[in-house]
């Protein structure tokens, strides 16, 4: 019943964070990683280099799914912004059915950017089956392909460690963010920018997804707050005897 | 056509989460995760004609790294081949899991390793800053406290320091980010939910 009552909450806060914030402009705190994304998406189409999104082997039928979802959203933008380079945009995934949604992501983002015509199906890529399938292949793309930019958004385990040696060899700049504890560590020793846990979230935000992907970094700081709050009230609650 | 996806989208995703809370919807779930598990083996197939489309375009054009697209062709087109002919279960196809595919895999692992220690090694130079360090000296303090030593544990690191770090401050630290984690996936699917984001059918 708790976790049914934190949804409602969190449904309910959303749209009133949205609907009450469609007049002003939202103050983001910085995010070195993403404010990097940020330029290099303008970088990568000036220079004719290709950026290089990974989405992971998260499954879209369990929990991991909220990552590779958070993936998409980014990549809807990132495909938006490069669709008329010489260079487009690659995606890279581990999964089919995300494979899937990354065509149609990719395609949405062409279509927004009146290039519908430039789409090519084989920019949304499944690279493998197993983690270490998906990372051989996604290996491959960096090293081959004219890649500037590495971005890992959705979930890796430590087989990140391997794309990011590669684009280490290959000097190309990597930014990433895991949902997975593992990952995260790795991704945290490799990246010049480390992404930590929710800041995976925070990308389309950052990359101006719109209102409702701001209004959901507000509602993920209210909840935070409340369960700071809670977690302390039940420590105290519990030195105190109360409970 | 592009409403009517995010209605079915929408639909689905309220009542599979509603059979998670109300009993009355559990068979309905149940009946949808088995649609999507259906339609996952389905996209595989999918994945795989994607996946022979990237690597003979390559082959077509020569481009950098053709030959290991050619092999991974030829490797997959026969080991569906054999795979259908003889079953997964003949000898020969354990052989070439047992042979081929599982070594592969281990000698990755292999690498893992060794690119792991080689980026521990690289942090400091790459980011010199408190967070480092600090992830630097837990690490070390958790392979010292949990090495096979011949004398045992090392005094005091192994029995006080590694519990404490683990248990209390890794612990508490790993808890915190899997909540962020866990609140940021919730509002991402609640921004699917509502319409907001549309990963499906178009823009």
Do not use: C
């Amino acid at each position: 019943m708790t976790a049914l009552i934190l949804i409602v909450l969190a449904a309910f806060l959303l749209l009133a964070v949205m609907l009450g914030n469609r007049k002003s402009s939202a103050r983001l705190r910085d995010i070195p990683a993403l404010l990097h994304l940020y330029r290099m998406l303008g970088l990568s189409v000036e220079d004719g280099t290709r950026l290089h999104i990974s989405l992971g082997h998260g499954s879209l039928l369990d929990a991991r799914g909220g990552s590779a979802l958070a993936g998409l959203a980014t990549l809807r933008i990132i495909a938006e912004r490069t669709s008329v380079s010489d260079m487009p945009a690659v995606a890279s995934s581990g999964d089919p059915v995300l494979g899937l949604l990354t065509q149609d992501t990719l395609q949405a983002g062409y279509q927004a950017a009146g290039v519908d015509e430039l789409y090519v199906p084989t920019a949304g890529r499944i690279t493998g089956l197993s983690p270490f399938g998906f990372a051989a292949g996604a290996m491959n793309i960096s090293q081959n392909e004219n890649v500037s930019t590495n971005i890992m958004l959705g979930h890796f385990g430590p087989e990140a460690a391997l794309l990011a040696d590669a684009s280490d060899r290959q000097s190309v700049t990597m930014i990433g963010a895991s949902d997975n504890l593992s990952g995260q560590a790795v991704l945290f020793a490799n990246t010049q920018d480390a992404l930590i846990g929710e800041e995976l979230f925070a990308a389309g935000a950052y990359l101006g997804a719109g209102a409702s992907h701001v209004a959901s970094l507000t509602v993920q700081d209210i909840l935070r707050w409340l369960i700071i709050l809670a977690l302390l009230g039940g420590a105290a609650a519990k030195f105190f005897g109360v409970i | 056509m592009r409403v009517i996806n995010a209605i079915i989208a929408i639909a689905t995703g309220v009542l599979i989460l509603g059979g998670y809370f109300f009993p009355q919807l559990a068979g309905v779930q149940t009946l949808l995760l088995n649609w999507a598990i259906i339609l996952a083996g389905v996209a595989t197939l999918v994945g795989i004609f994607n996946l022979i489309s990237v690597h003979t375009d390559k082959i077509r054009r020569g481009e950098k790294g053709s030959t290991y697209s050619a092999l991974l062709v030829i490797g997959l087109a026969a080991t569906l081949i054999f795979g259908m002919l003889l079953r997964p279960q003949h000898d020969a196809m354990q052989i070439v899991l047992n042979g081929i595919i599982v070594p592969t895999e281990a000698a990755l692992m292999g690498v893992l390793t060794v690119s792991l220690l080689y980026a521990a090694i690289r942090l400091l130079r790459r980011r010199a800053d408190m967070m480092s360090i600090i992830f630097l000296v837990t690490a070390a303090i958790l392979f010292l406290g949990s090495a096979t030593l011949p004398f045992g544990d090392i005094p005091l690191i192994g029995t006080l320091i590694r519990p404490w770090v683990s248990q209390i401050l890794a612990l508490g630290g790993a808890r915190g980010i899997l909540i962020g984690v866990a609140l940021g996936t919730m509002t991402t699917g609640l921004r699917v939910l509502f319409g907001m984001d549309r990963p499906y059918g178009g823009q």
